[in-house]
């Protein structure tokens, strides 16, 4: 007897990424929360990146209650942390081992990697325990993290479309221009660009946004354009102008991606043409040579 369709072949080779971010648990609103589940299960994508924020306080019962809810997905999930999900309360646990609740209830890995036989996803861990400055939510990519990540991006087979899951911004979105990006952004898109990696997942600004630096390198130095994906908080009541949204990305069998945004109504999660950022990224980023 042969086996029926994948979820690929049935979508005609067409791969799904479903892209959620900032659920904070602790500030969830529950129906949002039940209806993303029943939605992703109905049609499991091909992964679920979570680009970080799983909590609001990193309390204990938060990370179960985010634990509960990826059990409850029936797609492989994979998810780096954010600000959120570092806890502020015990400044020992904090500075010590500021991602001991993060092993313990989501998984051991704070990058992790994915793959199967089209994509390849490597995760990127911007949150920081602290930093020389009083607002310790800004996130960074530092030498270390960026070189690791290059190296696993490096390491993928041939042929794979790359993804990296961070979760603090790389571009100023449309919706709030002003914002803080995370630090080395510049350094890190180069290296991604010149890596080939074809997108960048990430969220901490609560709005939705694509955007496509194709300055960040010379023409010559990549192969391929280089989007940039911000989603809105997916499940919390922590709006900022927009409502609980998460990203829904198709890969065609040529590696064309398509972005639709799925915002939640009060009803259903209806499908609509993210905001996207027309601004050149040579005005906001400048390459090292």
């Known amino acids: 007897m042969q086996d029926g369709p994948t979820r690929n072949e049935a979508r005609g080779g067409t791969h ?15 129906e949002v929360v039940e209806a993303l589940a029943d939605t992703l299960n109905s049609d499991p994508p091909d992964l679920i990146a979570i680009s ?16 509960a809810f990826i059990a409850r997905l029936r797609a492989p999930v994979m998810a780096v942390p954010g600000n959120h999900d570092i806890v ?3 400044m020992a646990e904090r500075f010590l081992d500021p991602f001991a609740r993060w092993r313990r209830f989501i998984e051991p890995e704070t990058e992790p990697v994915f793959q199967n036989e089209r994509i390849g996803v490597v995760g990127l861990n911007t949150a920081r325990r602290a930093g020389f400055y009083l ?21 993928l087979p041939p042929g794979l479309l790359r993804i990296v ?23 890190a898109l180069e290296g991604f660009a010149r890596r080939d990696v ?3 997942l990430s969220g901490h600004l ?9 300055a960040v390198v010379p023409d010559d130095a990549a192969s391929g354009r280089l989007t940039v994906v911000l989603s809105a908080t997916s499940t919390s009541h922590r709006l900022r102008g927009e409502p609980n949204a998460y990203n829904e990305i198709r890969i065609a069998p040529d590696n064309r991606v398509e972005i639709l945004a799925r915002t939640w109504d009060g009803t259903g999660w209806m499908a609509s043409p993210p905001q996207r950022t027309d601004v050149a990224p040579a005005e906001i980023l400048t390459p090292t040579p």
Do not use: K, N, Q
Not at 16 to 30: K, M, N, Q, V
Not at 149 to 154: Q, Y
Not at 169 to 186: K, T
Not at 206 to 214: I, K, L, N, Q, R
């Open 52 to 67: 970080g924020d799983l909590t609001m306080r990193a309390r204990t019962r938060e990370f179960e209650a985010a634990r």
């Open 198 to 200: 074809r997108l960048v």
């Open 135 to 155: 607002d310790w939510s800004r996130g960074r990519v530092g030498h270390g993290r960026l070189a690791r990540c290059l190296a696993r991006l490096e390491a």
């Open 16 to 30: 799904r990424i479903a892209h959620l971010s900032d659920l904070h648990f602790g500030a969830e609103i529950p």
């Open 206 to 214: 609560h709005v939705g946004d694509v955007a496509e630096p194709a």
């Open 165 to 187: 899951v961070a979760h603090h911004p790389f571009l100023p979105p449309r919706a709030a221009p002003e914002s803080r990006l995370v630090g080395g952004a510049a350094r």
């Open 88 to 90: 502020g309360y015990w």
